[in-house]
């Protein structure tokens, strides 16, 4: 699967409930909810940078798939997790979440899930 390119989110579902699942604090919750990010992703083989956009700031994270690597979520903190590439998806877990990332068509989807609570992120190539 060709994640390489710029992908503009347009859609996210359950972000809030998300947040506060992983233990955000609300000044986050806040500043993070109405922001729909730009994701910059490189891809050469099975190593990735993605550098995500957002008016408040701008951050990057390289990884490889099938090592480990320290991510930052969502919320802005740390964590250590495994990345693998399965039927063309990108699995990310975590002792907090799990994360997969596929292209379906034009889209970029995101679903991420800890607990009961899942957080979906919706995004076109731009």
Not at 42 to 67: A, C, L, M, Y
Request: proline share 2%; charged share 30%.
């Amino acid at each position: 699967m060709d994640f390489n390119g710029t992908w503009k989110v347009y859609h996210q579902e359950n972000l809030e409930n998300f947040l506060r699942a992983i233990g955000a604090p609300e000044i986050v919750i806040k500043m993070r909810k109405d922001v729909k990010p730009v994701i910059t992703i490189e891809q050469n083989g099975t190593d990735f940078t993605f550098t995500i956009k957002t008016p408040h700031r701008t951050k990057s994270q390289s990884f490889s798939v099938g090592k480990e690597s320290e991510v930052t979520g969502v919320d802005g903190r740390k964590i250590k997790c495994l990345i693998r590439q399965e039927n063309g998806k990108l699995i990310t877990e975590s002792d907090k979440f799990t994360s997969v990332r596929e292209i379906e068509g034009d889209e970029m989807i995101e679903t991420i899930t800890t607990g009961s609570e899942t957080f979906i992120c919706r995004s076109k190539r731009v």
